[in-house]
């Protein structure tokens, strides 16, 4: 397996077509074509599918997982021989839409200052951020799954504190002697995958469904509880100063979801990967302590 078709599979499954992959590596779709073909005559079997967007298979996930390590090995080196070369190397990274709103954002700032390197960022739900790293795609998550992915590490990071909140006009319609009508009160979702909110009404022994509407944007999030769209759980970082001015009001006392995050990365040390893991854990400083107990 030659390096240059591993950056083609990348390049593929990366950019999602043959013709993307082509003009990300400046060379024609034909060459794509042919090193991904020489790449899976050399591996026995059909690693991407023809789909659009590519999508690597089942035994093609494994290569990829393994080329994206060859291939920043084989720029590190390059680099630690003098060799180094013209285009900065990707660093694919995923986080949760909520981390990457709040804490996350020094690392934006720190990954501005690196010359040899991009940051590559996919937004998924920490529930399934490591997800990425299973399929290679990623050399790094941000993830509430403390098990680490085979090759990875896991460190600890912190928790996220979610409140209970509403808009106060919102609470108040639906206000029943000392609490809430639950089950009439629209609620707010991120996405299918978002259980907070229901865990909640699981919790205060809700049965009737009540109202859902959905914003997969955390800052469209904030702002349809502001507006009294429905109530939801809102990281702490983003309803302080709301609940301070009484733009927002806390629904329930000690109601609150405390999210453990870790950061899975992989277990192969370049300089670029550690100095990524730096910055994740000095952004991480802002979240609340990180429960006893070290690596994983």
């Not at 994740?280 to 400083?285: G, I, K, L, N, T």
Request: charged share 25%; with cysteine; hydrophobic share 45%.
């Amino acid at each position: 397996m030659q390096i240059d078709q591993l950056r083609a599979l990348l390049a593929v499954v990366d950019e999602g077509t043959f013709e993307a992959a082509a003009g990300a590596l400046s060379i024609t779709p034909s060459a794509v074509s042919q090193r991904i073909k020489a790449l899976e005559a050399a591996a026995g079997r059909v690693l991407v599918e023809r789909s659009t967007p590519v999508r690597a298979t089942i035994a093609g996930t494994g290569v990829v997982r393994t080329a994206r390590q060859m291939v920043l090995l084989a720029d590190q080196l390059r680099s630690d021989l003098g060799e180094g070369g013209s285009a900065p190397v990707d660093l694919p990274v995923a986080v949760n839409a909520d981390s990457l709103a709040t804490w996350f954002e020094p690392v934006l700032g720190v990954a501005a200052g690196w010359d040899d390197t991009r940051l590559h960022l996919e937004v998924e739900d920490e529930e399934y951020s490591a997800d990425h790293l299973r399929r290679g795609a990623v050399v790094g998550a941000v993830t509430a799954d403390p098990v680490p992915v085979a090759g990875c590490r896991t460190e600890p990071l912190g928790s996220m504190r979610y409140l209970p909140v509403a808009a106060p006009e919102l609470a108040e319609r639906h206000a029943r002697g000392r609490g809430y009508d639950w089950s009439a009160m629209p609620v707010l979702r991120f996405n299918a995958k978002d259980d907070l909110q229901h865990g909640v009404l699981r919790d205060l022994g809700v049965v009737t469904a009540p109202p859902v509407s959905q914003v997969p944007s955390s800052e469209g999030f904030a702002a349809a509880v502001r507006a009294g769209l429905g109530w939801a759980m809102l990281p702490e970082a983003q309803c302080g100063e709301d609940l301070e001015s009484g733009r927002l009001v806390l629904l329930r006392q000690r109601a609150h979801r405390d999210v453990p995050l870790f950061w899975q990365v992989w277990r192969l040390q370049t300089p670029r990967v550690e100095r990524l893991g730096e910055a994740v854990h000095a952004a991480a400083h802002r979240l609340r302590p990180p429960a006893v107990g070290g690596r994983i």
